[in-house]
């Protein structure tokens, strides 16, 4: 079992940046994959980013060059570094683990965390 936890979250003006981390607890934290989802109001949840267990790194194309996903291993802890945001960005932001074979599908990852609101204000 993996419990995970977001932060980071909050409201930010346009151009503006945000750190979120997840921190995991339970089995050994490098056993997954990790990733970032987010979902805004009415729409599906959107997979963002993800480090895989080989270390691979991988984002959807309206945030690369934007954001950076890392971990730390000896911290339990992934990491979404979210500069230049824009309003579009607005959601809440989930962190995931799992064993996947392909990142962007929801429902290849097994644990989710509560979610982090993220308001990027215009």
């Known amino acids: 079992q993996v419990q995970l936890v977001e932060s980071g979250g909050g409201l930010v003006q346009a151009g503006g940046s945000l750190r979120l981390s997840c921190a995991a607890s339970?089995?050994?934290?490098?056993?997954?994959?990790m990733g970032w989802f987010r979902q805004a109001p009415g729409k599906d949840r959107e997979f963002v980013a993800a480090?895989?267990?080989?270390?691979?790194?991988y984002y959807v194309d309206s945030v690369k060059g934007r954001f950076t996903i890392s971990g730390d291993n000896a911290k339990s802890a992934v990491y979404l570094l979210m500069n230049s945001l824009r309003p579009e960005d607005t959601a809440v932001y989930y962190c995931?683990?799992?064993?996947?074979?392909?990142?962007?599908?929801?429902?290849?990852?097994?644990?989710w965390g509560q979610g982090t609101q993220v308001t990027v204000s215009s």
């Open positions: 480090v895989t267990l080989s270390k691979n790194t």
């Open positions: 995931a683990a799992g064993r996947v074979v392909s990142v962007e599908g929801a429902l290849a990852w097994r644990y």
């Open positions: 339970g089995r050994t934290f490098d056993s997954y994959d």
